[in-house]
């Protein structure tokens, strides 16, 4: 199963949307012209267009921007019981560390702003991803913070899996109130999932990847970059998984 989501990630993301266009471009040349032609000109324009930091930026803004910074008095106030903190993947082998396993950057950030409101709101944590990731996320927080994990939830590879098994571990002791970490661009899923799931959430979003509109006049965020196609992907994703979630869960 986790080999045909890779695959249909590859194919419904760019570059391999724009790349399986222009392939079933060729096959169809010598007999549908013009059909090609059309399928040719769509994953050149949708390549650009996709390239273009503008664009992408306003694309991550339609996701991110529901999601405000938090203020610790906010949160306070709301009363929270814990802090959960979302895997976001990790190197197996760092040469630099010795070659022991380590955080990858969006996992690092997450930690990181998880540690901070952990000090501010005095909460216990509970890290959530596969068996691998939560072993770096308590190593990291233990050695590098010297920061305590309360609950460790390793048996889940997505947002979904994540969601039900926090919340049968938290409920187990009474818990219903967290405080949710996570990056700005997933935020939506997470919190619509964990809500589904029977728990009452807080987001607490880390990382905002798009600028404010009067960043993007420079003529360099109109140009095609491989930073714009990137941000534009992980929408992509995001929107795909949306999508996925609303029809089959």
Request: aromatic share 10%; glycine share 6%; no cysteine.
């Amino acid at each position: 199963m986790d080999s045909f989501f890779a695959l249909l990630e590859s194919l419904l993301l760019p570059p391999g949307l724009q790349l399986l266009l222009l392939i079933l471009a060729l096959f169809l040349a010598w007999r549908y012209q013009k059909t090609a032609v059309a399928m040719m000109a769509a994953a050149i324009i949708s390549l650009l267009l996709f390239s273009i930091p503008a664009v992408s930026q306003s694309m991550a803004r339609g996701l991110e921007q529901p999601y405000t910074p938090l203020k610790p008095a906010l949160i306070s106030a709301w009363d929270g019981q814990a802090i959960v903190v979302l895997g976001s993947g990790y190197y197996s082998s760092m040469p630099d560390y010795n070659n022991t396993s380590g955080p990858s950057a969006s996992l690092l950030e997450r930690l990181r702003y998880a540690v901070v409101l952990q000090r501010q709101l005095a909460l216990p944590l509970l890290i959530s991803g596969t068996l691998s990731e939560v072993d770096v996320m308590q190593r990291l927080l233990r050695d590098d913070y010297g920061s305590a994990v309360r609950w460790v939830e390793g048996e889940s590879k997505n947002t979904l899996q994540s969601a039900n098994n926090v919340y049968q571990r938290l409920n187990a002791e009474g818990i219903k109130r967290i405080v949710l970490v996570t990056h700005a661009l997933q935020m939506r899923r997470a919190d619509r999932t964990f809500r589904a799931a029977g728990l009452q959430v807080m987001p607490a979003v880390t990382v905002y990847r798009h600028l404010g509109r009067g960043d993007l006049a420079g003529l360099e965020n109109w140009l095609p970059s491989i930073n714009g196609l990137a941000l534009s992907r992980d929408v992509m994703y995001e929107l795909l998984a949306q999508t996925w979630y609303g029809l089959f869960y």
